[in-house]
Structures are given as C-alpha cells and as structure tokens.
Nanobody
Framework: QVQVVESGGGLVQPGGSLRLSCAAS????????MGWYCQAPGKERELVAV?????????DYSNSVKGRFIISKDNGKATVHLQMNSLRPEDTGVYYC??????????????WGQGTQVTVSS
C-alpha cells in the first residue's frame, strides 16, 4: 500500500504564488508517475501537471497552467512539488496528488491523497 499526503494549500490573492508538496510513502514501491489534479467547484477533477519517471524524467502540463506552474520531483525521493505562479481566480479548487506506483506482488495502481484547498481571491 502507498500513502499520499499533500500540503501547502491556502488563500492567495490573484497574481500571487503558492507551493504545494506531495509525499508518497510505503513499503518497497516503484513510482511510474506523480501528478497534480484540480477539482473546481461543480466541475470534474482535471489534470494540472504530471511528472513521469524514466531515464531523464518528463513533465507535462495542462494548457491552462503552462508557463505559470512548475512541477518538480526531489531526486531519490517520492516527493513532488507544484510551484504555482501568477495565480488566477479560476485556479481555485481542491488540488489532489496522485501517484501511479507498483508494490511487491501487485501491478501499477493509482494512489490518491486527500487533497488540499487552493483559493485565489481578493
């Protein structure tokens, strides 16, 4: 089993910045991807940014956050961060971290955190 915990949400004014962090923990697991998703009020959960493992690693972003958000992973650790800059009211929502990981005796599965609230408002 893999546990996922997010931190760093809060209230920020438009144009401001926030940094979210996500840590995955458990016994002997291998990570394929770690990513951030946002669920705005009344809307479905959507991908914001994702880090994919491999020889060099790869990052992908939704069009709405390209150039404003940066996802990064700590080397050798199951931790990712989302640096959110130039925040807009439409970025408001609950941000969830998800990791796709493999544990001993099981194939790759998705593990979700509980979410952290981000509110962009003046």
């Amino acid at each position: 089993q893999v546990q996922v915990v997010e931190s760093g949400g809060g209230l920020v004014q438009p144009g401001g910045s926030l940094r979210l962090s996500c840590a995955a923990s458990g016994s002997a697991f291998s990570i394929n991807t770690m990513g951030w998703y946002c669920q705005a009020p009344g809307k479905e959960r959507e991908l914001v940014a994702v880090w994919t493992g491999g020889d060099r690693g790869r990052t992908d972003y939704s069009n709405s956050v390209k150039g404003r958000f940066i996802i990064s992973k700590d080397n050798g650790k199951a931790t990712v961060h989302l640096q959110m800059n130039s925040l807009r009211p439409e970025d408001t929502g609950v941000y969830y971290c998800k990791t796709n990981a493999k544990t001993i005796g099981q194939g790759y599965k998705d593990y979700w955190g509980q979410g952290t609230q981000v509110t962009v408002s003046s």
